[in-house]
């Protein structure tokens, strides 16, 4: 199975859309939309299944992919904030609530650096839960 990149993106007119880039060399591309990235991301798997029964009814091989979703900053934010509150992301990533704010509702778009910052911490912080073990 191939692991395939699926960019979760944020429109200008607050949308979301799920697309698979051209470079994964597949016979075959899936995208989806929403009014949120989790309606994207549930459109893009409907379309896939779809596209695997399209394969399968006309008899063809269909690869299957393992989807990695990449999101832009704002969609990541909008996506987990309701997960995450900006005030736990703050103490996270070390970027205040109110640019952390900007980004989510698309006023600013973070800096090269500051969004390897985010992802850095996020990374790590996602290692740091790993090693937890409940009793």
């Given at each position: 199975?191939?692991?395939?990149?699926?960019?979760?993106?944020?429109?200008s007119d607050g949308t979301y859309s799920a697309y698979m880039?051209?470079?994964d060399r597949l016979d075959y591309g899936v995208?989806?939309?929403?009014?949120?990235?989790?309606?994207a991301i549930a459109d893009?798997?409907?379309?896939?299944?779809?596209?695997k029964e399209h394969y399968e009814a006309k008899g063809k091989d269909f690869e299957e992919i393992n989807m990695l979703f990449s999101y832009d900053v704002?969609?990541?934010?909008?996506?987990y904030s309701s997960k995450l509150s900006l005030a736990g992301l703050e103490k996270i990533t070390g970027v205040a609530q109110g640019q952390l704010s900007h980004?989510?509702?698309?006023r600013r778009n973070p800096?090269?650096?500051t969004r390897a910052k985010i992802e850095a911490a996020l990374h790590n912080f996602a290692k740091d839960l790993?090693?937890?073990h409940l009793v």
């Amino acid at each position: 199975m191939k692991n395939v990149r699926i960019f979760i993106e944020r429109a200008s007119d607050g949308t979301y859309s799920a697309y698979m880039p051209d470079d994964d060399r597949l016979d075959y591309g899936v995208c989806g939309t929403g009014s949120s990235a989790e309606e994207a991301i549930a459109d893009i798997k409907a379309a896939y299944q779809g596209m695997k029964e399209h394969y399968e009814a006309k008899g063809k091989d269909f690869e299957e992919i393992n989807m990695l979703f990449s999101y832009d900053v704002s969609s990541f934010l909008a996506y987990y904030s309701s997960k995450l509150s900006l005030a736990g992301l703050e103490k996270i990533t070390g970027v205040a609530q109110g640019q952390l704010s900007h980004y989510v509702t698309g006023r600013r778009n973070p800096s090269a650096k500051t969004r390897a910052k985010i992802e850095a911490a996020l990374h790590n912080f996602a290692k740091d839960l790993s090693q937890v073990h409940l009793v």
